[in-house]
């Protein structure tokens, strides 16, 4: 009765731990807290959305498979030994030893297990390294403390944060660094990647679906190494084309006497730090405006971009990320309000 007993309680456990790892994963913030970090719906590796993610997400499932077969196999046994043998006296123990082929059967059997698992990986690892055909989009992908940057030399456009990219296209990553290690993930689009100072990682990718793809800094980078976000956004073509016309036109004139102060409290303020074109700005210490309010977020993709939360960054950035590169700059009110009001044509 005691062993059945145990056996009940050990069945409960793995029960229970399996409903628990299967459980989904909570999103980080609401859509009633504004300045709670922006969440991407918890992106994983299992929702693949290009050729590598779903390559690596097959392999996964293999394993997973092979390796629950083989669990279970093990756990029978050990069920129906303790079943079959328990309270046996220890004078009826039949021990065995010296059975060649026994142990030529329990050598063999993992050892193929894993050289099929071993040949999944190989053909795995050659079909993720595989180059994407076609023409590309080249980006120059550039991580800073806390925040990445977007260059796209052949297009003439710089971002930051979001990386907008035509769904379906080829897509060829340059990846650095300006200061410390930094690691580059998408996890429904490609694998870890790190940004190492001096040094060019390349890498490539496609999206094979329209949407939006959340992902974040992989490597401790600083004290707000969990406030680097970024996402990918997939456009159609037509949608992609438009984008990069309305990226490549200079700033637009203020309009209204509250942008026209914004204007100037940010050439004479912000200029050193920040790039505007067609302005005399052309800082390049934190990203550049031309276009911020196309964007979604803003504070190193940890805010949505709205008037409250572009205030709230503004007035004491440190309040929102602590030793971030930004300083206050003691406006008042009334000035943080115009350099809003500016910054909204920014489109």
Not at 79 to 97: D, G, T, Y
Not at 159 to 170: D, E
Not at 231 to 255: E, H, R
């Amino acid at each position: 009765m005691n062993a059945r007993r145990s056996l009940i309680v050990i069945g409960l456990i793995v029960i229970l731990t399996l409903a628990i790892a299967v459980l989904p994963a909570t999103a980080q913030g609401g859509t009633d807290c504004p300045t709670c970090p922006v969440s991407f719906n918890t992106p994983s590796i299992l929702d693949p959305n290009s050729r590598a993610t779903a390559e690596t997400a097959t392999l996964f499932y293999v394993v997973l498979g092979i390796a629950t077969f083989i669990f279970v196999l093990v756990e029978a046994l050990l069920v129906i030994s303790v079943l079959r043998f328990r309270n046996r006296p220890a004078s009826e123990a039949i021990q065995v030893h010296g059975n060649t082929k026994l142990e030529v059967m329990w050598t063999a059997i993992p050892a193929l297990i894993l050289a099929v698992l071993l040949g999944f990986t190989l053909r795995s690892m050659a079909n993720i390294r595989a180059p994407v055909s076609g023409e590309a989009i080249k980006v120059k992908v550039i991580g800073h403390q806390w925040w990445w940057e977007f260059d796209y030399p052949d297009l003439k456009i710089t971002t930051a944060n979001q990386l907008v990219v035509p769904a379906g296209k080829k897509i060829d990553v340059e990846l650095t660094t300006v200061d410390v290690q930094h690691g580059f993930w998408v996890p429904q689009l490609f694998g870890k990647m790190d940004a190492v100072a001096g040094h060019t990682n390349r890498m490539n990718f496609s999206v094979n679906t329209v949407g939006e793809y959340g992902g974040q800094c992989t490597q401790m980078c600083g004290e707000q190494h969990a406030q680097m976000r970024l996402s990918v956004v997939a456009l159609s073509a037509a949608d992609f084309q438009k984008w990069a016309t309305d990226q490549q036109q200079p700033a637009p004139a203020p309009a209204g006497d509250a942008a026209t102060r914004g204007q100037k409290t940010v050439i004479e303020k912000c200029a050193a730090c920040h790039t505007i074109g067609g302005t005399t700005a052309a800082g390049k210490v934190g990203p550049n405006l031309t276009h911020v309010s196309s964007r979604s977020y803003i504070a190193g993709g940890i805010l949505k971009l709205t008037d409250d939360n572009l205030k709230l960054w503004i007035q004491n950035p440190q309040a929102i990320k602590v030793s971030t590169k930004m300083p206050n700059l003691g406006l008042d009110s009334q000035t943080v309000n115009d350099v809003v009001a500016y910054l909204g044509t920014l489109k």
